[in-house]
């Protein structure tokens, strides 16, 4: 006779998943401004629709070998996922290229202060719109991240619009992928299917331009170019099962990990303007990491 584990122990450990997922999915993105520099004297519209190329390419290769891609055409015949499909792949383009463009004009620190600001509209959404419940520690943590993003568009001195970009069509992007009901691979496949077409005209567009990528990239630049599939698909992978398996509550304040390691890949690594009342700003909404960190640690143990 075989046990089967009580529900609640099953909940436990998908959470658990959940959080070792979506730690992946934002340390790889953390890391992914480095990749983008090393492609930083290309258009940002040129390395868009090679990365959505490349992405589409390899997913649907993966999806065939499966035998998953029919059905996941057939899916799409009803219309309200494809609505669903659309607007994901929609704020995602959005996002990809307002931090593309950024990087490659070094922009990096005003980036990490977008990943700042999301995961409080991420709370925001999954408070006030998905009724997700705010403990009083959680409470806490976002006290102090409001008050650090605050501080850092205050010292920013203008309104950070490139941050206002990333940070919404984020949140929006998640709050949607709450609500497809495909599985991660169907979903991400899908997103990219949307907008293959228009960034497969952007690479013929731009392919017998002087300084395009077909024409000037060196040997180790083509190789970055071949991994920018791999390097799309697999945090959005992380992220989407890390969404189906925990609240926005959970997963909102562990986005603070991308800007994080952005904010200091921009300052140690790629000299960027770092004043004092920024670090104070970041040192804040570092409390609210720790914070988090801190109670899921407590509430592990208590599982």
Wanted: glycine share 6%; charged share 10%; aromatic share 10%.
């Amino acid at each position: 006779m075989t046990n089967t584990p009580p529900p609640a122990t099953v909940k436990r450990s998908e959470s658990q998943v959940g959080v070792l997922y979506g730690l992946c999915a934002y340390i790889t993105w953390g890391l992914v401004t480095i990749y983008w520099k090393q492609l930083e004297s290309f258009s940002p519209i040129e390395l868009i629709g090679w990365r959505i190329s490349v992405s589409a390419i390899i997913l649907v290769a993966l999806m065939a070998a499966r035998r998953r891609l029919l059905p996941l055409l057939q899916t799409l015949r009803n219309r309200q996922v494809l609505k669903q499909v659309v607007l994901a792949s929609a704020m995602l383009s959005v996002n990809w290229f307002t931090y593309v463009w950024a990087v490659v004009n070094g922009r990096v620190i005003e980036t990490a202060l977008g990943y700042f600001i999301s995961p409080i509209l991420t709370l925001v959404i999954g408070v006030f719109i998905l009724r997700e419940h705010l403990r009083r520690v959680q409470r806490v943590a976002v006290g102090f991240a409001v008050l650090g993003v605050a501080i850092l568009t205050i010292a920013y001195g203008q309104i950070p619009i490139i941050a206002i970009v990333l940070s919404s069509s984020w949140a929006i992007y998640g709050l949607i992928k709450k609500q497809i009901t495909l599985a991660p691979l169907e979903s991400l496949t899908a997103e990219v299917l949307v907008v293959f077409v228009p960034a497969s005209v952007i690479v013929a567009a731009t392919w017998h331009n002087g300084g395009s990528i077909a024409n000037s990239a060196s040997p180790t630049q083509w190789v970055f170019v071949a991994l920018i599939g791999a390097v799309t698909a697999a945090p959005l992978l992380f992220f989407a099962s890390a969404a189906q398996r925990v609240p926005l509550t959970v997963l909102g304040p562990l986005q603070y990990f991308v800007p994080t390691i952005t904010f200091l890949l921009g300052w140690l690594i790629y000299d960027e303007d770092v004043s004092l009342t920024k670090l104070v700003g970041f040192a804040s909404i570092w409390m609210c990491l720790a914070i988090v960190v801190t109670d899921s640690l407590k509430n592990r143990q208590r599982a």
